[in-house]
Each structure stands twice: as structure tokens, then as C-alpha cells.
């Protein structure tokens, strides 16, 4: 499913301080490399726990959000797996970082950042570009042809996805929120 919302139904509000891009900055595994800038924002102890990228001036953008998101899973524990469903549930973020990453790479003059946000029961993953065209699955799919995989990935790993406009800012934030492993 895709929906272009002003708002997404994953939105619950201001980050803990009130102020957009709110962290503590300091927290260990929060660190980029290449260019790159991280910060971590944590609600309450067992709450919804922030993370965000900036891509300013990164290179190889699609590696660094996969190594970021992989160690924002190590850090909410949802790696190393116990069981093969956690594993395959973790495999998916970090499918879903890259397809949507490479997709603002190659539809939307890069991404310019990429927010990881996670509570008991949904990761949410948001990447920022400044591109006007809308994502969607190539249809018909047809598997054997190559390229245009990207978004019918996401979503078929996803629980929802979809694309937030803010209205007199140019670009979108194009957003999927995938089930924690039982």
C-alpha cells in the first residue's frame, strides 16, 4: 500500500525535547563515517527509541545507512538473532534502507538523510530527498526483468510505506515501518 499523506499514521509526535532533529548526540554506535552524521534520540526506557543520518557530503550513501541501521539493530537488540524469523526480520530493515536509499540515489539527486525510529513493535524507516517524483511499484511487475524491484520490495516486506510532502518545501520523505520479530 502506498499513501501520500501530510502526516503518516507512524507520526506520534514531537521527538523527546519538542524540537526536530532532538538527540543526546553522545550516544555510543551512533557514529557515521564518510561524511556522514549521526544522532540518537531515546524516549522513555522501553519507549520509542530515534536514530538519524544526515548524508551531507557522505559518499557511498546506500553502505553507510545500511552499517548505520545495522548498528541501531545491534543497539535495540534485534541482532545478533536468536532465531532464523529474527534474523530474516532484521535482513529486512536493512533490505529496506538500501532499496529506499538507492531509490532517492537514483530518482531524486541523492538522499539527504534518514531517520530509524523503533518501539516494541514497529521499526520505521524514513529517508529525505529533495526530489518531486513519486515512488511507486513498476507495474506489471515481472520479476525477470532487471531494475524496478525497489519499492514492490518494500513493499512486500513492509507493514505499510508511504510518501509525506511537507507543503513550500521542495523534496519528500518517503517512509516504510516493517513488524519487530516475535
Known sequence: MSTTRPCSPGDRGPEPSGAPGASDGGAPGAEASQGGAATVASGPPGGRQVRRLSFDGASGVVPLARDFARQALYAWAW???????QRAAAEDVLLVVSELVTNACLHAEGPDGMVLSCDNK?????VSDRGAGQPAPRTPHRAGRPGGHG???VQRLCLDWGVVRTPDV????VWAELGAPA
Open 79 to 85: 541482532l545478533p538473532a536468536a532465531t532464523a524469523d
Open 122 to 126: 514497529v521499526i520505521r524507516v524514513e
Open 151 to 153: 519499492m514492490f520490495i
Open 170 to 173: 521542495a523534496g519528500k520523505t
